[in-house]
C-alpha cells in the first residue's frame, strides 16, 4: 500500500501535521518496500483552494491512503473522487502507521472542518 502523510518534518519520526493543506511536507510511504519520499508542500502558502492542488499533487503519486489530522473540503473531495481513503491521526507519524497497519485509525468520510481551516490554524 502506498500511503501520504500531513507532516511536519521529513521523516517517520517527524509529527502529523494538524492540517492537510497547509502542512510542510507530504510523506510518500510504501508501506511494502518501507521507501519514504518527502515532498515539500509548495501549496501550503496560497490563500485559496490550496485543498484541490495539494490533492492533485497526492493524487498524482498514486496512493492508497492519506492519513491527516484534519482535512478540508477541497482536499477530501479530490481524494474522493480518486477514491483514496483517508484515515485521521494525531502525534508521531511511525506510531500512525503501525495503527493504519493494524486496521486502528478512524476513516475520514467527510471534511473535518470548513475551507480555510488551515489558515486559521497558522495565526
Known amino acids: ?12 519520526e517527524s509529527n502529523i501535521h494538524a492540517t492537510f493543506g497547509r502542512c510542510s511536507f507530504f510523506l510518500v510511504l510504501d ?6 519520499k518527502a515532498l ?15 490533492g492533485q499533487i497526492v493524487a498524482d503519486q498514486g496512493i492508497d491512503a492519506v492519513i491527516t ?4 473540503p477541497l482536499a477530501f473531495e479530490a481524494f474522493e ?4 481513503k483517508v484515515y485521521q491521526a494525531v502525534g508521531k507519524i511511525n506510531d500512525a502507521i503501525l ?7 478512524p476513516e ?5 472542518g470548513p475551507r480555510f481551516q488551515g489558515l486559521e490554524k497558522e495565526k
Open 1 to 12: 500500500m502506498k500511503i501520504v502523510i500531513s507532516a511536519t518534518g521529513r521523516d517517520i
Open 31 to 36: 508501506t511494502k518496500t518501507k521507501d519514504v
Open 40 to 54: 515539500m508542500n509548495t501549496t501550503k502558502d496560497r490563500p485559496d483552494k490550496i485543498g484541490v492542488t495539494a
Open 69 to 72: 489530522a484534519e482535512i478540508g
Open 81 to 84: 473522487k480518486y477514491g483514496i
Open 99 to 105: 495503527q493504519l497497519e493494524e486496521g486502528k485509525l
Open 108 to 112: 475520514i468520510t467527510k471534511a473535518t
